[in-house]
């Protein structure tokens, strides 16, 4: 039986291949997100012109997922900030997105541009790796110093909130977490 939890960043079990996998979108919640992209479409990215070189430098980092089975690398990438799947738990393969590539070092989170209505927080898109979508998603620091990453269609209020908190461990071949 497989096993999943959440939308961004936690981890099911598949038993297909014996490994924890990257958690895939949940029943209703997944419902609900289907139903207002094919209804409004994913459109609203903002122009880098808008985004401002410096980045909040404790967003900059590694970040464990809630579960400890992820870690994704956040990045400065040119004038935006971005983020790549850098450490997974798994068991046989290292796991493969929809299109049958690795998940190590795929990027995952693209376009974060600082938000003009909320201070310290950026706006950009996180993919799904197993069916390819895009989907919003907000990042910002809490006051505890973990990472707050919230996926959504449309608007915030349709979505999930995940806390990934600071990666202090090490990375093995094929990005495989211990």
Same mark, same amino acid.
């Given at each position: 039986? @497989? @096993?999943?939890?959440?939308? $961004?960043?936690?981890?099911?079990?598949? /038993?297909?291949?014996? #490994?924890?996998?990257?958690?895939?979108? /949940?029943?209703?919640?997944?419902?609900?997100?289907?139903?207002?992209? +094919?209804?409004?479409?994913?459109?609203?990215?903002?122009?880098?012109?808008? +985004? $401002?070189?410096?980045?909040?430098?404790?967003?900059?980092?590694?970040?464990?997922? %809630?579960?400890?089975?992820?870690?994704? #690398?956040?990045?400065?990438?040119?004038?935006?900030?971005?983020?790549?799947?850098?450490?997974?738990?798994? $068991? %046989?393969?290292? /796991?493969?997105?929809?299109?049958?590539?690795?998940?190590?070092?795929? #990027?995952?989170?693209?376009?974060? $541009?600082?938000?003009?209505?909320?201070?310290?927080?950026?706006?950009?898109?996180?993919?799904?790796?197993?069916?390819?979508?895009?989907?919003?998603?907000?990042?910002?620091?809490?006051?505890?110093?973990?990472? %707050?990453?919230?996926?959504?269609?449309?608007?915030?209020?349709?979505?999930?909130?995940?806390?990934?908190? /600071?990666?202090?461990?090490?990375?093995?071949?094929?990005? #495989?977490?211990?």
């Amino acid at each position: 039986m @497989r @096993r999943t939890t959440g939308m $961004t960043g936690r981890i099911g079990q598949g /038993p297909e291949t014996g #490994r924890v996998r990257p958690h895939r979108t /949940p029943g209703i919640l997944a419902r609900v997100l289907l139903a207002l992209v +094919a209804g409004m479409g994913m459109g609203g990215a903002r122009s880098p012109a808008h +985004a $401002t070189p410096a980045a909040t430098p404790s967003i900059i980092g590694e970040w464990e997922t %809630k579960d400890h089975d992820g870690v994704f #690398r956040v990045m400065q990438c040119g004038t935006e900030i971005c983020g790549d799947l850098v450490g997974l738990s798994y $068991t %046989k393969d290292v /796991p493969k997105d929809h299109n049958g590539h690795s998940e190590c070092g795929l #990027r995952m989170l693209t376009g974060f $541009t600082p938000d003009q209505g909320e201070a310290g927080h950026w706006n950009g898109h996180i993919l799904d790796p197993d069916s390819g979508h895009v989907y919003h998603a907000k990042i910002w620091i809490a006051p505890s110093g973990a990472l %707050k990453l919230r996926g959504f269609v449309g608007v915030p209020l349709f979505g999930e909130t995940e806390t990934w908190t /600071p990666f202090t461990g090490k990375i093995g071949p094929e990005c #495989r977490l211990p």
